[in-house]
């Protein structure tokens, strides 16, 4: 009985803990650190995140951080997978999958001065309105 019980303990956390969220975790505006520059994040619209694939989660407050970790650190980055922030919507999603805007009037944290975008419509409108640059 005793061994049962046991067993279905470890069963259950062993299910929790595969249940976990494997993209990018939640960022803590004002508690949590930028892994780079070890600033804290303020404004969640230009954060990035690097996980490696061991599930570590790396926390930037803005794209050039994240690119400056990944030039530092290429063992964490070789099979890392990057995300930004969707600027319209502040929800993450695959770096590879994004459109950035770059300059003109954007002021972010670090200076990158880029925004991310899920939508190209969306991002030459950004660009447009900010005499910002379309990137990819």
């Known amino acids: ?18 249940c ?9 505006v004002g508690k949590d650190q930028c892994d780079n520059c070890r600033m804290t994040i303020t404004d969640v619209k230009y954060a990035a995140q690097l996980i490696t694939d061991k599930g570590r989660a ?5 794209l050039s951080c994240m690119t400056m970790y990944e030039s530092s650190n290429p ?11 969707d600027f319209p919507s502040g929800q993450f999603l695959e ?8 300059g003109g ?4 944290p670090m200076g990158g001065n880029t925004q991310a975008f ?6 030459q409108k950004a660009a447009a309105a900010t005499g910002a640059s379309l990137t990819k």
């Open 118 to 123: 899920r939508d190209k419509a969306a991002a």
């Open 75 to 85: 063992d964490k980055a070789a099979n890392a997978k990057t995300y930004v922030v």
């Open 1 to 18: 009985m005793k061994f049962s019980k046991t067993l279905f303990i470890t069963a259950s956390v062993l299910a929790i803990m595969s």
């Open 105 to 108: 009037s954007i002021k972010s």
């Open 58 to 62: 790396y926390k930037f407050d803005d």
């Open 95 to 102: 770096k590879s999958r994004a459109v950035f805007v770059k």
């Open 20 to 28: 976990q969220k494997s993209g990018p975790k939640d960022i803590a």
